[in-house]
């Protein structure tokens, strides 16, 4: 009888022993992990390149899946029309320079002496015209003439008064030269005309469409002969480097991430390698929200869209590629990073 009671007593024991155990290890505090790892997968930019001009495709110089860089030659319009518009538009500027060399010049000596002759001339016909009236005058009064030659030889005088006035105006205006609204006005033209040329120059250079950074055709979308306008793209580029993971953190981890972090990317794809990165944007909303109204419990479970930037230059982290995200809590301090920070570092180790 001894001997059960001490075999039940054992067990008994034994039980609250396993029990008082099992109550630690689910109750116990956790320790805080130092490192959030997040998933994801890798996303790009895309730059739909087009003219600025209507035109005709003249050549496509580049393929789907050809690199390119910053600058390069990609396509060409027909520049025809364009050349004869900039050679259009060097002629009206070259004579609207000439109109205002000529009015800036003022009149000529040998102008100004042409004015001063008909001056001279005109002083000699209203010397005449006075000579006729008067005499006309005298023999009217003897009845030798009829009344009508004084009425002639008056009009003459008047008339020659009238172009002695006239040719002294003249050689004023001449001695004086063009007016200085006349040369502002021209000043204005050619301001006009040479703004006119620098456009249709603009326009020329426009026919060529250039890569605005670097990066892979990733669709080629028009053919040599089509006519384009500004709306149609004529490639798409995938800029893919930087890249950035597009990755969701947890609402518990919130606190602890900041935009200018550093983090590393991981890929099935290259087991073993962690490529650089920084956060670079952490969604100000929630994307999983279960419901309208959260308990405690169901706010720890709401996710916040990240993006993880990573420099990227030989081109191993493609579009769509699943990625593991670590993102070391210890001594990792954001940082404003420059514009392009892989410009000057590869990024990866």
């Known amino acids: 009888m001894a001997s059960k009671k001490k075999r039940i007593f054992l067990v008994l024991f034994a039980l609250l022993v396993i029990g008082g155990v099992l109550f630690w290890v689910l109750h116990r ?35 789907e899946g050809d690199r390119v860089h910053k600058g390069q030659l990609l396509a060409e319009l027909d520049p025809v029309r364009f050349q004869d518009a900039v050679a259009r538009d060097k002629a009206l500027v070259a004579a609207q320079e000439q109109i205002l060399a000529r009015l800036l010049a003022g009149s000529r000596p040998e ?18 015209a006075e000579i006729t009236y008067k005499r006309q005058e005298s023999l009217a009064a003897e009845q030798y003439v009829p009344k009508q030659n004084v009425d002639n ?13 006239h040719s002294q105006q003249a050689l004023t205006l001449a001695i004086k030269g063009p007016r200085k609204e006349d040369i502002a006005a021209a000043r204005a033209q050619l301001a006009a ?10 326009q020329l250079q426009d026919t060529k469409l250039y890569a605005p950074e670097n990066g892979v055709v990733q ?15 004529i ?9 950035w993971a597009r990755a969701y953190l947890p609402e518990k981890a919130l606190g602890k991430v900041r935009p200018g ?18 956060i670079g944007f952490i969604s100000p909303t929630a994307e999983f929200t279960p419901k309208s109204v959260e308990t405690t419990e169901l706010r720890t479970e709401l996710m916040y869209r990240v993006r993880v930037y990573a420099c990227n230059p030989q081109h191993e982290l493609r579009l769509g590629m699943p990625v593991t995200v670590r993102i070391d809590l210890q001594h990792n301090t954001p940082q404003n990073l420059p514009q392009h920070p892989c410009a000057a570092s590869d990024g990866e180790q």
């Open 153 to 165: 030889a008056a009009a003459s005088l008047k008339t020659a008064r009238a172009n002695l006035e």
């Open 261 to 278: 972090m550093r983090a590393e990317i991981s890929s099935d794809s290259f087991p073993g390698k962690r490529f650089k990165g920084w």
């Open 193 to 202: 005309d040479r703004a006119a040329l620098a456009l249709a120059e603009r």
């Open 219 to 233: 669709d080629r979308i028009v053919e040599p002969g089509d006519m384009v306008s500004p709306s149609t793209p």
């Open 29 to 63: 505090p956790k320790a805080a992990t130092n490192v959030v790892t997040i998933y994801g997968n890798i996303d790009i930019r895309q730059v739909q390149a087009a003219f600025h001009d209507d035109g005709r495709v003249q050549a496509l110089l580049v393929q």
């Open 111 to 128: 102008e100004i002496a042409e004015a001063r002759a008909q001056v001279a001339a005109a002083q000699a016909s209203l010397a005449n």
């Open 235 to 243: 490639f798409t580029l995938a800029l893919d480097n930087p890249v």
